[in-house]
């Protein structure tokens, strides 16, 4: 019924068909090339975040002026 037991994965970089463990060593990648690849994508990630967050912006809590 089900054909779990032949599932591929496909490699989420150059979407070919890729081994599943133990026999492919770079899953989820194909090949090491598509790994470095990932790892280059990841490295600019945190290149990108933000450094300096503009001041932590907290709203007061309000005053009871509206009680009087
Ligand atoms: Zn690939």
Redesign the pocket.
Known sequence: MSDSNNKRAK?P????E?DLRPQNEFFP???S??QMVDLGNWINEEYRMPVGQSGTERSLPPSDDELN
């Open positions: 490699c970089i150059c979407r070919k890729v990648f194909c090949s090339h598509c």
